[in-house]
């Protein structure tokens, strides 16, 4: 949990869970993972318990005490729809987001089918607000099952993080969704990712007047290679679109 974020599309980063488990090939190198390893066992640190799945209901109404208007990345350290973090928790995490509607949250999964069926429930008879965006991670082909699922959800904005992009994606249904960012992967064990995979992407989001957001190429050091692609960055933001219903049932 931090109220201020390094990570260049947000403002601040919100862990009211932290710690997950691997389940596809994109967890492989995961920053959190190595990150929260670092302190396993350290009495009193905030990452003593590793990255065992950790519920930290102290933290969850800490964007209410953030006066200013805020892009949030919920759960930077775990992922909310974990199959251990309780519907009631996710309620509660909806709740705060919900009233502090000054800011704008970022919601990303791996878990797509219950993140559709969770945001199916909660807005089952309302409007999903417009300042909540959801996204999911995909980084291979096979991923590509999780845009179905996020298409088929209710959601103010609908975002896709491609990263750690680790092969070419092919054609990529992007009906109503408002946002790609894109990055390669980073560390001591990145997987490369050739410049012809991303412009595949880009040029499907231009397209379809997507909002396309390039991170970085990765590598040993996250910022070394630079961000430019075809000689400029892309820095692109969804506009703010009413919010939509799902684009199709999955
Ligand atoms: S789902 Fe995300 S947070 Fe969880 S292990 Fe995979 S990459 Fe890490």
């Given amino acids: 949990m931090s109220d201020r974020s390094a990570i260049e599309w947000c403002d601040a980063t919100w862990n009211p869970v932290t710690g ?24 009193g640190h905030p ?12 933290r969850l109404k800490q964007p209410l005490g953030w006066r200013q208007s ?16 309780p519907d009631e928790y996710i309620d509660r995490v909806f709740e705060t987001m919900e009233a502090a509607d000054w800011h704008r949250f970022q919601v990303l999964t791996k878990r797509s089918s219950l993140m559709r069926d969770y945001l199916r429930r909660r807005y089952a008879t309302r409007t999903p607000p417009a300042h909540i965006w959801m996204g999911v991670s995909v980084e291979d082909k096979k991923s590509r099952v999780r845009v179905r699922h ?6 103010g904005v609908r975002f896709l993080s491609i990263e750690p992009l680790l092969r070419p994606l092919g054609k990529i249904d992007l009906t109503g969704i408002h946002w790609v960012l894109l990055g390669g992967e980073s560390g001591p064990r990145a997987r490369p990712m050739d410049a012809d ?4 992407v880009r040029d499907q989001c231009i397209e379809n007047s997507v909002a396309f957001n390039f991170k970085r190429w990765g590598g040993l050091r996250p910022k070394a290679r630079g961000r430019l692609l075809d000689g400029r960055e892309w820095n692109e933001f969804p506009s703010r679109p009413a919010a939509s219903a799902p684009a199709e049932a999955a």
Avoid at 48 to 58: H, I, K, S, V, Y
Avoid at 71 to 85: G, Q
Avoid at 150 to 155: E, I, S
Avoid at 197 to 200: C, G, M, P
């Fill in 20 to 43: 997950c488990t691997k389940i596809v090939a994109g967890c492989d190198n995961c920053y959190a993972a190595r990150f929260a390893e670092l302190f396993r066992g350290v009495p």
């Fill in 47 to 58: 990452y003593e318990p590793g990255f065992d799945l950790t519920l930290r209901p102290e």
């Fill in 70 to 85: 805020r892009m949030i990345f919920v759960n930077s350290m775990s992922d909310l729809f974990h199959k251990d973090v």
């Fill in 150 to 155: 996020l298409q088929a959800a209710p959601a």
């Fill in 197 to 200: 995979w991303v412009r595949e």
